[in-house]
């Protein structure tokens, strides 16, 4: 391998303009940018949302525009190494606070990116997806998958706020990122995460198992806070105490492109992760978290999201002696297995 490879300027500028004529472009000036060596450079840079500072400006879009004319009132987490146009925290993840106030209505639509929620503050609201009326608790986690209807609606009395994480940078790259808007869905009895409310056993009405690709679609937190504690009772010696959110009938991961993840750091705990290829998103259900990508250290506090490149090693530290933390970790490392792209580095 050559270390320096030819320029374009290197080219008489009538070649380069004859080969622009024909729609030809010389592969080898460009050639170490698209395949550079041993390690990807990504655009993604490792960026802190303190939800504190958010909060006010979310708010503030409340007064500023009616649900209307947002249809989703949404501010997006943009990662500036993408360029804030681009509305994207990685190169597959797009991240947003949305906020829903009391009495507002979300009109129902299917897209093509798949989505999920994690509930971030207030009480009252729901999702209704596929038919399933979901309720939004705190640290509920609730999955729109690809073609699902969903739209969201608030009984409650003060402002309700949750963590969108799409697929969207991906699905919109492929060119394959579309909508379609429809009426209020009829409410259908039957909740997936009373159907699968204990792990090992599932549902089989005369011996026959579910046919549908999301048969759950609400993770409640206190159950999947629950398991954490459970994990962390029955075996004090486990480094990392986490869970992930699978579809109870395959156990493959609960949507196709991104995966989802809990973690539960004890308190005085120190966890170094290995450097992944994929990208990952940190945002704290309970507690708090000093997160160091790379060389930059974070400072996470209850409701705080950051993002880490892939290719890159994370240290969490829970600096509290006394509680323990609860993470929330959303990452595309579905999609590098399956396109045959996952790598972890040590
Ligand atoms: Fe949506």
Known sequence: MTAELGRLEDLPADYREALSHQNLVPLWPSLRA???PEKPQPRTRATHWSYEALRPLLL????????????????VLANPGHGHEKM???????????????????????????????VVEGEGAWSTVDGEKCPMVRGDLILTP??????????GDAPVVWLDVLDLPL???????YHVDGGRQAVQPGCGDRAYARAGVVPTPVFDRSRKAYPMLRYPWAEVRAALESLAA??????????????????????????????????GQKLKLPARSPA????????????????Q??????????????????????????TPAFLFIADEAPLHRKLGVFEIRG
């Open 234 to 267: 029955d075996q004090p010696d486990l480094e990392a105490v986490q869970v992930t959110y699978v579809n109870p009938e395959t156990g493959g991961d609960a949507e196709n492109i991104l995966g989802f993840y809990a973690l539960m750091l004890r308190p």
């Open 280 to 295: 990952s998103v940190f945002h704290v259900i309970e507690g708090s978290a000093q997160v160091t990508i790379g060389g």
């Open 60 to 75: 503030k879009a409340g007064e500023l525009t009616p649900i209307e004319k947002a249809e989703r009132r949404v501010l």
């Open 146 to 155: 690809t073609g699902l209807w969903h739209e969201h609606g608030h009984d």
């Open 88 to 118: 994207q925290a990685s190169a597959a993840m797009y991240l947003g606070m949305q906020l829903l106030l009391p009495g507002e209505w979300a009109p129902s639509h299917r897209h093509t990116p798949n989505a999920v929620r994690m």
């Open 34 to 36: 698209v395949l550079p």
């Open 171 to 177: 699905v919109y790259y492929m060119e394959a990122s």
């Open 297 to 322: 250290v974070f400072a996470l506090a209850e409701a705080d999201t950051c993002c880490a490149p892939g290719y890159t090693s994370v240290q969490l530290d829970n600096r509290s002696d006394s």
